[in-house]
């Protein structure tokens, strides 16, 4: 078969849930040759999956072409990712939409946000050929939203409700200030002053709050620990990834206690601090 034929097959087969053996950190190989489901996911050059095949040259698109085939898949059949239910409108409309972005609104320069913004947009020209309708394309832009891409003013929308009330959690308020002077200093760059992201994703919001408060807080301090800073990963003082955690659950609402935060992901994770996002939030992101 030849490699384009293969590369085809491959998406086509794996559109539905592109994340399936999935470690960037190690090479590309039969057992790991999944892509990324999440924009949060994305590979870069940097990253062994990418660096050790041919996609290298080309900045990996064939792998990161996950993350659109997802939110493309979740347009067309429906399904949740990430907190955000989708209900699918076909594989007809879908196709409609997608063909209509390529052909008029993106060019090879076209950033994720971009075909995340070119697709609704493509949509809501498409209600006027009656085509498709407005909730349709409501639904166009939670599939995008699901796979991580929301547009600024979104994620600014969502950030401005009330965060949800997390209650008194064990962790200090001394905790949290001493994390927030490391994060200003070693995470602000990147992930922005008030944690909306930049060159990192947002750290907050309930997309942020699904994914590693449902995974409970102890995955959120491990990976922490062992992936961030990006450019220099496990350059901290275990106490300083301990505090940072402190302050990025106060930044997501929660209420220091008395008790200080135990060093332990277990422990973490034994806390309770599961705290799924309310169906008001949910429905402020789909604005
Ligand atoms: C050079 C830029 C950069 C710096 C500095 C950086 N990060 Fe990140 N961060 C990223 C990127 C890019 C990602 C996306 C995942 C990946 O590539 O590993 C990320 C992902 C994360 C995530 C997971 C977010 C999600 O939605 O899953 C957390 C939490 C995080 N960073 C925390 C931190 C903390 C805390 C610091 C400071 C110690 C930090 N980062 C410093 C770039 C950075």
């Known amino acids: 078969m030849c490699r384009v034929t293969q590369l085809r097959t491959r998406s086509v087969v794996w559109s539905s849930q ?5 470690l960037k950190s190690a090479s590309f190989s039969l057992a790991n040759k999944g892509q990324p489901d ?15 095949t041919t996609d290298f040259f080309n900045g990996c698109v064939h792998i990161n072409s996950g993350i659109v085939n997802r939110a493309l898949f979740l347009a067309s059949e429906g399904g949740n990712q990430s907190g955000v239910a989708v209900a699918g409108v ?7 939409i997608v063909y209509r972005a390529l052909t008029t609104k993106l060019i090879p320069t076209s950033t994720f946000l971009d ?15 009656q085509v498709v309708t407005v909730p349709d394309c409501e639904q166009v832009r939670l599939a995008f939203a699901a796979v991580g891409l929301l547009t600024a003013e979104e994620v600014a929308a969502v950030t401005q409700a009330a ?3 997390l209650g008194t959690l064990q962790f200090t308020a001394e905790q949290s200030t001493t994390g927030g002077i490391v994060y200003g200093g070693r995470c602000r760059g990147c992930h922005g002053a008030t944690l909306l992201g930049g060159l990192g994703p947002p750290l907050t919001g309930p ?19 062992t992936r961030m800073p990006k450019v220099s990963p496990g350059s901290l003082t275990p106490t300083e990834y301990l505090h940072l955690v402190a ?10 206690g008395s ?4 060093e332990n992901s277990q422990a973490l994770n034994e806390m309770g601090f599961r705290q799924p996002a309310t169906d008001t939030e949910q429905t402020t992101q789909a604005k």
């Open 90 to 96: 076909g594989t007809g409309k879908v196709g409609r």
């Open 18 to 22: 592109p994340s399936g053996g999935f």
């Open 247 to 256: 302050f990025i659950v106060k930044e997501n609402g929660a209420t220091p």
């Open 207 to 225: 997309l942020f709050r699904n994914k590693w408060y449902d995974g409970s807080v102890g995955a959120l301090y491990d990976f922490v620990k």
């Open 259 to 262: 008790e200080p935060m135990p």
């Open 163 to 165: 965060p949800a009330s």
């Open 38 to 52: 999440h924009y949060s996911n994305r590979v870069t050059t940097f990253d062994r999956i990418c660096s050790s």
């Open 115 to 129: 075909a995340a913004k070119a697709s609704y947009d493509a949509c809501s020209e498409l209600v006027f050929a």
